[in-house]
């Protein structure tokens, strides 16, 4: 089971922790079942950057970044050497913390 704390660099949005997440689900879909907005345009393929978030701790926990995420991330807003797709963050099997910061996501439209 897996802790995930949820920080977000947009205004006004406080911090949320999830406890007791079991491996097999991606970031993305966590942050959705929980009602935490996280766009993701493209349904959470790997075929856009919407769902792009920031692994501050955690990434032994998920499965390695592939050439094709990479190459979206880099059109990603403000990418790092954390950046990796909500979507294609998928918690393996095992147990820890994870740390994931949302980036500001007001200036784009869509889900």
């Known amino acids: 089971m897996y ?3 949820f920080k977000f660099e947009e205004k006004g ?3 949320v922790t999830l406890t007791k997440i079991e491996a097999g689900d991606s970031i993305l879909e966590i942050a959705l079942k929980n009602d935490i907005e996280l766009h993701h345009n493209c349904g959470g393929v790997c075929a ?7 692994i501050e701790k955690g990434e032994d926990y998920l499965p390695e970044i592939t050439d094709r995420e990479e190459d979206f991330i880099d059109r990603a807003v403000s ?3 954390n950046s990796r ?3 294609q963050c998928v918690l393996e099997a095992g147990s820890g913390t994870i740390e994931v910061t949302v ?3 007001s200036q784009f439209l869509g889900e």
């Open 85 to 87: 797709l909500g979507c």
């Open 3 to 5: 802790t995930i704390h």
């Open 79 to 81: 990418p790092r050497l």
């Open 13 to 15: 949005l406080d911090p």
């Open 48 to 54: 856009c950057s919407t769902c792009h978030v920031y």
């Open 103 to 105: 980036p500001d996501q």
